[in-house]
């Protein structure tokens, strides 16, 4: 038993709008109006819909996180982070590979808006460590980064923490050596989560549901096994059995 509700559980799954346009990605967040998840506005939707979808799933209550992984110069990183400030998003984030001058300049670009008066809340910026697609061969042969990936992993956590950002995109795996490393109030966002029985796809470090609850991470980033089930709701609802042991 992981001693969570299932209102407690809902709250830490992130539903991955990985959709083609508006409709489609709003069809599916009616269909979990009230469930107490949050959606996760990605590169495709972004691209292809813009802030208003972003606005829309405000209005209608949900928590959003912007997945759009900024890795730019400082400068450039700066402004984008301003305006996502102002679009009201309650979670964003850059790429650590971009370094801790970037990183500190999304946190300044935060400030600016908050400081102009342009945002209403205090969004969490965090920073993606490494893909979960990423294998260690990846890691070493392709990226040049000759470690483990738990170990990149946790260097560029410290990083992150360091340039002021108030926590990191990872796969469970690495939770507990982030949060040793960070600080148990660290935040890990964790993509790679795939309930039992489902298929891996193009992910290669993944856990159920049940055991990134058991990681200790903060928030679970679930995709395809509910936006491509014939029914979201429903399979929301096993994964939140699952996370709560029930």
Known sequence: MSGLTQSQAAAKVMVALDKPDADAALRLASELQGAGCWMKVGMELFYAAGPAVVRELKSRGFRVFLDLKMHDIPNTVRGGARSIARLGVDLFNVHAAGGKAMMSAAMDGVREALEAGDAGQTP???????????????????????????????????????????????????????????????????????????????????????????????????????????????????????????
Do not use: N, W
Request: charged share 20%.
């Open 124 to 246: 969490i910026v965090i920073a993606v460590t490494q893909l979960t697609s990423t294998s260690e061969t990846v890691l070493r042969d392709e990226i040049g980064i000759p470690s483990t990936v738990e170990e990149a992993v946790v260097r560029y956590a410290r990083l992150a923490r360091e340039a002021g950002l108030q926590g990191v995109v990872a796969s469970p795996l690495e939770v507990g050596a982030v949060k040793r490393a960070c600080g148990t109030d660290f935040v890990t966002v964790t993509p790679g989560i795939r309930p039992k029985g489902a298929e891996i796809g193009d992910q290669t470090r993944v856990t159920t549901p049940a055991d990134a609850v058991a990681m200790g991470t903060d928030y679970l980033v679930i995709g395809r096994p509910i936006t491509g089930a014939s029914s979201p709701s429903q399979a929301l609802e096993t994964i939140l059995k699952e996370m709560t042991g029930a």
